[in-house]
């Protein structure tokens, strides 16, 4: 018997795998199902979770100044914490229990009041912040969790199946098991043993505080000097082709994972819901399209690519509902509900929802693999992961890309496109690769932005995940910046060919979606062979075509744009069937006046203010 096993007969042997009746829909993922209309928890998942907050834990004691606060409101519990506190000689248990009980114990500390009573004395705050708060019960109506993240001071809790999602969220170690009285001797003789042993090593190497994690990232950040504000990019052409073996690709593909939040709203279009539900070409939708290519890569290589959907709660209920008609394909999909943001939050973008719905996504994906995922995921075998930028339909996965990350040992790698300058542009198409600098890059991707920069940032990123899983107990890690990238090892831009970047922000996007300009073949996008320009048309579609419904209607069939420099199109114009547009074409309707292109008709630089133009 190995000791795997015989640490889960442990785990079996304390009912912790026994949760309730109700499973709320984020700790699905921590249970097997139902049996006697109670929820399993998945032991291997537990005991996963669990040797992550030990470590963290014992990381946290290497510091002599460190020292942490157990909560518990279950008398049964006390006797046991007792024992564990007086030998790890940490905060005692009856101030935290003081504490607890007094509430406000975190942010009311600054001059903490004192008070005798005929039975104890009562400590409104302890006079130093703690390093970590344990939560043994995980109260529903706690202010714990609320003060614990406002003060950014980490959470480790036992959590079952029917923590609510807005306490859930705030828990950085969470333990998914039953709270009954034997697992809870468990861990706390675990934590005993792991914060003993590290008292121990420390007694014997003699050594005085150490750095932690935070100031070890920060020391090889200042390390590597001026370097760490340059950027290696490397030409997409430039990648070596996948290996003609299926079954090295097969063992290539299943490491990885695609994230992809679906929080973009398409409001700004008339679309009441979010982005990936909008219709972009033939009747499928950005949604349709990543599930049918992660679909096509299993069934050719027999792999399995889970695609995990971070979903705020306004759009989880839509995105479920269209995930029904995948049932019988071969995909593996994990819908998760996000919580709502949080009043800071709502600060961060002045841009409206949709804008700032769509530029947090890194720090969801942070978020979600704080909640324990990262652990299952990596538990798994998985290695990589691809973070889908919600605006971006031409988002999927692409092998040559990951092959070039697993042969070379890159850690972050972050799709970048060139700007419209040509030089640049024919550059990268000479694969060669260079060395450009930050302030190179934008990630803002509108005409008018670009100016002086040579690289757009899609937003896309390639994970490692054990060097997240290295990271991302530090407060400096921000997947949401491009600067991220000096925080790991090796990092890379990767210069993507056009086709793999078609952001979905207004009609005019959709309108160069729908063209025969691109097409797509098992989720993919294809560019048009025909077009020689390197670049796509600029199009700017006027306040009339703002809405959906209104572009719909005002165009019979999408005009033929493949040798089409610009299209600019303002007042009250409607399109027949069959159009042509080439070179450079501006369409403006004079006030009052309904301006209708014919069928057929091809424009060529032209400038057209009324029918007579035509």
């Known amino acids: 018997m190995t000791i795997h096993s015989v640490v889960i007969q442990k785990l079996l042997t304390t009912n912790a795998h026994i949760g309730r009746q109700v499973t709320t829909h984020h700790f699905k993922q921590f249970t097997y199902g139902f049996r006697n209309r109670q929820s399993i928890i998945d032991s291997d998942k537990t005991l996963i979770c669990l040797r992550n907050a030990l470590n963290f834990l014992s990381c946290l004691s290497r510091d002599p100044s460190s020292s942490f606060l157990f909560i518990n409101t279950n008398p049964l519990f006390q006797p046991i914490i007792d024992e564990m506190t007086s030998r790890v000689t940490s905060l005692s248990p009856e101030r935290a229990s003081s504490l607890w009980k007094m509430r406000g114990f975190l942010t009311n500390s600054c001059s903490p009041k004192k008070f005798r009573s005929r039975h104890k004395k009562l400590v409104f705050a302890p006079t130093k912040m703690p390093d970590c708060v344990v939560i043994f019960d995980t109260e529903r109506k706690s202010s714990v969790f609320l003060e614990a993240e406002r003060l950014g001071i980490p959470i480790v809790a036992l959590v079952d199946s029917g923590i609510p999602w807005e306490y859930y969220k705030k828990v950085t170690y969470p333990i998914p098991a039953n709270d009954s009285v034997q697992f809870v001797y468990l861990i706390c003789n675990m934590i005993t043993k ?115 959907l971070m979903n705020p709660k306004n759009t989880h209920k839509d995105i479920v509902k269209a995930l029904e008609k995948y049932s019988t394909l071969d995909v593996d999909i994990h819908p ?74 890159i850690e972050y790698c972050s799709e970048v496109t060139p700007t419209t300058s040509t030089g640049l542009i024919n550059f990268m198409a000479s694969s060669l690769q260079g060395i450009f600098k930050l302030e190179d890059f934008t990630s803002d991707h509108s005409e008018k932005s670009v100016k002086g920069f040579k690289f757009i940032d899609t937003r896309s990123l390639w994970l490692n995940l054990k060097a997240i899983k290295r990271l991302v107990d530090t407060s400096a890690l921000n997947l949401d910046n491009l600067s991220t990238l000096k925080l790991f090892e090796n990092s890379i831009g990767m210069s993507i060919p056009q086709s793999r970047f078609l952001p979905l922000n207004s009609t005019s996007d959709l309108f160069l979606l729908q063209s025969d300009l691109y097409s797509f073949t098992e989720g993919m996008f294809v560019r048009n062979d025909a077009r020689v320009s390197p670049s796509d048309p600029s199009i700017a579609l006027g306040p009339e075509f703002e809405k959906i419904s209104d572009f719909k209607r005002r165009f019979e069939t999408i005009p033929s744009i493949v040798k089409l420099d610009s299209l600019e199109v303002n007042g009250d114009v409607w399109f027949g069937a069959d159009i042509v547009l080439k070179g450079k074409v501006v369409i403006d309707a004079s006030p009052g006046l309904t301006l209708r292109i014919p069928d057929g008709v091809v424009l060529e630089d032209e400038e057209i203010n009324d029918p007579t133009d035509i």
Not at 217 to 239: I, R
Not at 339 to 357: A, L, N, Y
Not at 371 to 393: C, F, H, I, M, R
């Open 194 to 308: 792991c914060l003993m042993l590290e008292k121990k090593k420390d007694g014997a190497k003699g050594t005085g505080k150490k750095a932690t994690i935070k100031d070890q990232v920060e020391s090889t950040s200042e390390s590597k000097g001026s370097a760490s504000d340059e950027v290696l990019v490397v030409p997409y052409d430039n990648l070596a082709p996948m290996s003609c073996d299926i079954a090295d690709s097969k063992q290539l593909l299943d490491k990885l994972v695609v994230v992809k939040y679906n929080g973009a709203l398409g409001k700004n279009m008339g679309f009441n819901g979010p982005k990936s539900l909008i219709e972009v070409k033939n009747g499928s939708t950005p949604l349709d399209l990543i599930v049918n290519q992660i679909q096509s890569l299993n069934s050719k290589y027999g792999c399995n690519i889970p695609l995990l």
């Open 336 to 409: 998760f509900e996000q919580g709502e943001r949080t009043q800071h939050e709502s600060f961060v973008s002045e841009g409206g929802e949709d804008k700032w719905q769509s530029s947090k996504h890194g720090t969801h994906f942070l978020s979600l693999m704080n909640s324990g995922t990262l652990d299952v995921l990596l538990a798994q075998g998985k290695e990589y992961a691809l973070v889908v930028n919600p605006d971006n339909v031409a988002g999927v996965v692409d092998p040559k890309i990951l092959n070039h990350l697993a042969q070379n040992s």
